[in-house]
């Protein structure tokens, strides 16, 4: 039996997000793939689909030539730079088409557009970067050269109409493009659970071989992504008691769901070594590059037909758009600095899809409005709770910056990641904002005052939750030193 005393989820919830218990396998596809319940999490409801309409043939055979090893093991365009001209000579202009993508009842079929959508994207990136893969190829100094500055009417135009309908940035990005809406399964009984059963749709270079370091740099996301649905649970069963003035029991409890997700996601992080090659990252990450704040592309790109042609610039595919994370930031209320890179930050939201915005916007708000960071210290043992989760933050930031580093940062001088922002110093800006806050909650709520009385209850009770958490806090001082002292080593070496 349940201690709950307040409904859950809260009728506020349930209103604003009607689908969040939901059965995923029941859901109507005019809905975004990516409707939220708390079984499917940040996944889409559905697994996507791995084949587009009859009618985007050409489209899909491009693709299917595309990468620069095709599922048949030869040599795909990419390999010999024909990508370009084989688009401008086979692709008609299929905009009229996506018009047509409606269900019965007339709404747009929302799950079909985004896999029209993914793979417009797909063809995009490959497009416009093409040149900067073949610079990389073949020059030995391994520099990117410029990109493509022009996109052809017939991937533009309806890339741009997808986009419309879903309120989505017209160009390649993490959810509904290259990683989540990417993913299918070999044994669909067997489903999600084991990592082996999973494979990509889509590939750049020789992501459909599942062995390969492009396929297990996605599936890895995929697998952690997997684990969301109790983490949303956790962070709704903390809000929601807390709004309808629930026990604190149950707040803790709903701490202790985010705890035990956040340990699965973590584990399935640490598998990125042995999914996808260090040595191997720079190869495909080539076709994963924005076109804003790049050196490839100093004017953006015009996109044929689209805004009377003045140049667009969108930021490129990034984890950054991943959601796990700003959850946690939004419910812990961890301030972020007023710096021009917390700006970054806040840009990459407009990259998710639609419900995961709203949804995150909702965690944001309701957490300011019911304060759930000044709730969680008035008690020990839920500070503990929140002072652990916010370790979460920490650790997975902190493994995160080792990936950066040993992927990236050791071994290219190019200056900024996939998404535009500057490799050295964008990801240390949130995580020495979580450390810092870390400090300061154990400082203010847990830390022995001077003048306790040393036999009071309360005191003692302080006393033994402090304990718990002093060897984490103790790790977190040295992390933040050493953060900083290698922050300034790389700036210094690489003239930041
Ligand atoms: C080899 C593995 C990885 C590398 C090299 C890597 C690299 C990066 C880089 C360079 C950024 C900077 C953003 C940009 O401008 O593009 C970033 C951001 C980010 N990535 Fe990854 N990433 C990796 C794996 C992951 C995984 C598995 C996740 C989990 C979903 C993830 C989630 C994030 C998040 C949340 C951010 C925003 C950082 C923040 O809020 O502090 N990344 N990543
Ligand atoms: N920003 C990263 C790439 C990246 O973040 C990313 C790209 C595609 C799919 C997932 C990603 N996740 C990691 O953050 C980079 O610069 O290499």
């Keep these: 039996m349940t201690r709950t005393q307040v409904p859950f989820p809260s009728p506020a919830t349930l209103k604003r997000f009607p689908h969040i218990h939901d059965d995923p396998s029941t859901l109507s596809h005019t809905l975004d793939p990516f409707t939220i319940t708390t079984s499917s999490g940040f996944l889409p409801y559905q697994t996507a689909p791995t084949d587009l309409p009859e009618v985007f043939k050409p489209l899909v055979s491009l693709l299917e030539r595309l990468p620069v090893v095709k599922a048949d093991g030869t040599p795909g365009l990419l390999a010999t730079y024909e990508l370009g001209p084989a688009t401008e000579a086979e692709l008609p202009d299929l905009t009229d088409e996506v018009e047509k993508l409606v269900l019965t009842d007339g709404e747009w079929d929302?799950?079909?557009?985004?896999?029209?959508?993914?793979?417009?994207?797909?063809?995009?990136?490959?497009?416009?970067?093409?040149?900067?893969?073949?610079?990389?190829?073949t020059s030995a100094d391994?520099?990117?050269g410029l990109g493509r500055d022009v996109l052809p009417k017939s991937v533009a135009r309806p890339m741009y109409r997808c986009a419309q309908i879903l309120d989505l940035p017209p160009f390649m990005s993490y959810a509904a493009s290259y990683a989540l809406f990417n993913y299918t399964v070999t044994d669909h009984t067997k489903g999600l659970e084991e990592y082996s059963n999973l494979r990509l749709v889509r590939a750049f270079e020789r992501g459909l071989d599942p062995k390969s370091s492009e396929a297990g740099f996605i599936l890895t996301h995929v697998d952690m992504v997997k684990e969301t649905g109790s983490l949303i649970s956790g962070a709704l069963r903390v809000i929601d008691t807390l709004e309808q003035q629930g026990p604190r029991t149950d707040i803790n409890d709903g701490f202790r769901e985010i705890l035990q997700a956040m340990e699965k996601i973590e584990a399935s992080m640490e598998d990125m070594w042995a999914n996808s090659k260090p040595s191997e990252y720079l190869s495909f990450r080539v076709f994963i590059f924005g076109i804003t704040s790049q050196s490839m592309f100093p004017n953006g790109v015009i996109y044929d037909g689209v805004e009377d042609n003045k140049p667009l610039f969108f930021r490129g595919e990034s984890g950054a758009n991943d959601s796990i994370i700003p959850l946690l930031d939004h419910l812990c209320q961890i301030p972020m600095p007023s710096t021009p890179l917390t700006k970054i930050l806040h840009e990459f939201r407009a990259y998710r899809p639609l419900p995961h915005r709203e949804f995150l916007t909702y965690v944001r708000e309701k957490a300011e409005e019911i304060g759930v960071q000044e709730y969680s210290v008035q008690d020990s043992e839920t500070a503990v709770l929140f002072l652990r989760t916010l370790n979460h933050v920490r650790s997975f930031r902190w493994r995160h910056w080792l990936f950066a580093r040993e992927y990236i940062i050791r071994r290219t001088p190019h200056p900024t990641a996939t998404g535009g922002s500057p490799i050295v110093t964008w990801l240390p800006n949130q995580l020495s904002a979580v450390m810092d806050l870390m400090v300061s909650i154990y400082d203010r709520y847990l830390a022995p005052k001077e003048g306790a009385a040393t036999m009071n209850g309360q005191e003692d009770l302080i006393a033994s939750h402090r304990k718990q958490v002093e060897p984490m806090m103790e790790l977190v001082r040295d992390q933040k030193d050493k953060l900083a002292k290698e922050v300034e080593r790389w700036c210094q070496e690489r003239g930041v």
Excluded at 114 to 135: G, I, K, M, N
């Design 110 to 137: 929302r799950f079909t557009i985004t896999a029209v959508f993914r793979d417009y994207t797909f063809l995009a990136s490959s497009y416009l970067l093409e040149p900067c893969w073949e610079s990389w190829c």
């Design 142 to 144: 391994r520099g990117y």
